[in-house]
């Protein structure tokens, strides 16, 4: 038993855990973070991060190709698929020892292992070094996030079946992946893979990729893939899945019609669930919405003192997200302020070309009969799209008829998840589209598509 007595211990050490941990640190309380793996949890490890770093060798990799389109010449361009992924490594490895520097800094003792909550105020590691230390604490916050969903009766094994996880450590390209599930994830390992030659097939069950985006966005980013080389097959279902020594077959049924698709590799991604295995003993009981942790306002679980932030309650899956969601709980917990929700935030796909988006689609503002109006502007017309080479997508925004409020902005193109953060907060401000294009934005500019699409919205814009 441990003696010290915590005013804080953390079970997970992600974007919301560890997050968490440093802000209970800045108000001065005693904290314990138990992680399993290592600071920075799934996201830091074995997801965002990790991702970005692959993601931008592919990046680099094809702008070398078209090298010559900007005056320059290349010859003999190749990649060395391991050192690329070692690369991504070495990032996520980096990060990690920054989280650890900060937990120090902060005061934060930090437990590599799996804690369990034994009772309310009652913590027990039950793998790793201090297996069999418990801790006393006043208040106890869960933040273990979520895991890849399984296809029922589709083990992965990381060779012919994968998830994220395991594609993140391959060891070359496989000749040929199915990719099952065409979100954020999907298609960004979809873009990654066919970059470094393998032939991608993305597969996705609901009519368009990325079904959570605006329907136009959509449209563009499938039409670029296509002329990238990559098969997708929207409104389709993958059936009948046989896991052979050498390939994978698998059925695709669209509309009656089945054909079948033979490919080395299956990457499997069409969702996540909480990771609750072990959480809590059987005494503790917490309740669950749709298999994640139910809070309320104040991110207090169904049992007093036990708290939970992040991916573990639930929709929106995003590390950005968490990581408010837990800072909201600490400062709640230790009344430093009112608990907020989430309300906007960003969505954001690291391909090429990036998308990103907030607030509402124009599909859901018909949905609610709203009188709006659309605003768009092809970075086709922005001077240093032209100049960069990145002229492909648009800036959209959907805005109140009358009032000229900001309801959603939707862009795909270059640096289109950096440029995301200007509407966000013009939306958290209750800005009006006027004030976005009375706001001057410098010259040249991928953000200068921002304010012509402000201006779109009362046919006003310059460039077209």
């Not at 060798?57 to 050192?83: C, H, N, P």
């Not at 298999?291 to 309650?313: L, M, R, W």
């Amino acid at each position: 038993m441990s003696d010290a007595i915590y005013d804080l211990v953390i079970i997970g050490g992600g974007p919301a855990g560890y997050v968490a941990a440093i802000r209970a640190g800045q108000l001065g309380k005693k904290v314990a973070v138990i992680e399993m793996e290592r600071a920075g949890g799934t996201c830091l490890n074995w997801g965002c991060i990790p991702t970005k770093a692959l993601l931008k060798s592919a990046e680099l990799y094809l702008k070398i190709q078209k090298a010559d389109a900007y005056g320059l010449s290349v010859t003999g361009a190749s990649f060395d698929f391991a050192k690329v992924v070692e690369r991504s490594r070495g990032v996520a490895a980096q990060m990690a020892k920054g989280v650890e520097f900060l937990f120090k800094k902060n005061k934060v003792d930090y437990i590599v292992g799996k804690g369990s909550v034994v009772m309310p105020g009652m913590v027990e590691v039950t793998a790793g070094e201090k297996k069999g230390t418990f801790f006393k604490t006043k208040n106890i916050l869960l933040c273990t996030g979520q895991r890849p969903k399984a296809l029922p009766g589709l083990p992965v094994d990381g060779t012919r079946v994968l998830t994220s996880r395991e594609a993140l450590a391959a060891k070359a390209p496989p000749k040929s992946i199915a990719i099952i599930g065409a979100g954020a994830i999907g298609v960004e390992f979809a873009y990654f893979f066919n970059a470094f030659g393998s032939k991608v097939t993305l597969i996705e069950m609901l009519p368009q990729v990325l079904p959570v985006e605006d329907e136009e966005v959509a449209k563009v980013l499938e039409r670029n893939f296509t002329k990238q080389g990559i098969a997708i097959h929207t409104g389709t279902k993958s059936d009948n899945i046989r896991v052979g020594e050498k390939s994978v077959k698998l059925d695709l049924v669209k509309d009656g019609a089945k054909t079948e698709l033979e490919v080395e590799s299956v990457l499997v991604a069409v969702g996540i669930t909480a990771n609750l295995d072990g959480l809590v003993s059987p005494k503790v009981k917490l309740e669950l919405d749709r298999g994640f942790v139910k809070v309320d306002a104040n991110y207090q679980t169904s049992t007093p003192g036990i708290y939970a932030a992040g991916d573990i309650q639930g929709p929106p899956w995003l590390a950005h997200v968490a990581s408010f969601r837990a800072i909201q709980a600490v400062d709640g917990m230790f009344g430093h302020a009112k608990p907020k929700q989430v309300g906007l935030f960003p969505g954001c796909t690291y391909c090429q070309p990036q998308v990103a988006s907030t607030g509402l689609t124009e599909k859901q503002a018909k949905e609610k009969k709203l009188d709006y109006k659309v605003g768009k502007f092809p970075f086709t017309a922005v001077g240093k799209a032209v100049a960069s080479g990145d002229t492909e997508g648009f800036v959209k925004v959907i805005s109140d008829a009358k009032t000229g409020e900001i309801l959603g902005v939707h862009i795909i193109g270059a640096e289109a998840t950096e440029l995301i953060a200007e509407y966000g907060l013009a939306m958290n401000l209750e800005a009006t589209v006027d004030e976005i294009h009375d706001s001057i934005h410098a010259h040249p500019t991928l953000s200068e598509a921002l304010g012509e699409a402000a201006l779109a919205t009362h046919g006003k814009a310059i460039h077209i």
